[in-house]
């Protein structure tokens, strides 16, 4: 599915506290999901809400979800589509204001409303599949031996095409009331980052098999 320069907002994308820090264009959101992996799959099951952790992976203007074929959700989509609500966040900074009220954190984060649906195509599940391992270590889809049809059918992709969704920021430092700013305490941003370490081979491993090229650059090695 291809996608929009620009999201339309709708009444469950525009946020009810800072709005300034809303965005609905294309760029922006794809850029948040593209720097992550991992999202939060929302669902209601049994008329309850379900939160689950998942791996993720952006293609065009479609979202590929990671899952089993036991799961909740994946049987719930098999009958026709799950309505969901998908969260991705980044973590950029922790902003230690000179007030507790005003300690904040610098993110960036996308939340995709819409209604996901099983992928039963042969050649749309490969294409996910292989996704969803290159948005984790990019390159690796093509350094690994594919599922075989055992370890194809456990397993199972949903597909939510992104129209419902916006992105929000924050960013900058310390907000403090203007009668604290002479407080003793000490006031700024602690900057995070997510980093890899280096690769630690399988004790099986045929000595001599090199670090591959598309894995060295991941590391920076």
């Not at 922006?28 to 209601?44: E, M, P």
Request: with cysteine.
């Amino acid at each position: 599915m291809s996608s929009p320069a620009e999201y339309a907002p709708t009444a469950r994308t525009v946020p009810t506290r800072s709005r300034e820090r809303a965005a609905y264009d294309a760029e922006t959101v794809h850029a948040i999901l593209d720097d992550g992996y991992l999202c939060h799959l929302g669902f209601v099951a049994d008329g309850l809400p379900v939160v689950l952790p998942t791996l993720y992976a952006r293609v065009g203007g479609t979202l590929y979800l990671h899952g089993s074929t036991g799961s909740r959700p994946l049987r719930t989509a098999s009958d026709g589509g799950l309505p969901v609500c998908v969260t991705a966040t980044r973590v950029d900074g922790l902003v230690l204001a000179r007030s507790g009220m005003h300690h904040s954190i610098n993110y960036r984060s996308v939340v995709a409303h819409g209604t996901a649906h099983r992928v039963h195509d042969p050649e749309e599940r490969r294409l996910a599949l292989d996704a969803l391992v290159d948005a984790v270590v990019p390159g690796r889809s093509a350094d690994c031996r594919p599922a075989d049809a055992k370890e194809s059918a456990q397993t199972a992709v949903l597909r939510l095409d992104l129209a419902e969704v916006s992105a929000k920021v924050r960013t900058g430092g310390v907000n403090d009331e203007p009668e604290d700013a002479d407080l003793p305490h000490w006031a700024g941003v602690v900057p995070v980052t997510t980093s890899v370490g280096e690769p630690v081979p399988d004790p099986g491993l045929a000595p001599g098999t090199p670090l591959p090229d598309y894995l060295r650059r991941f590391v920076g090695a």
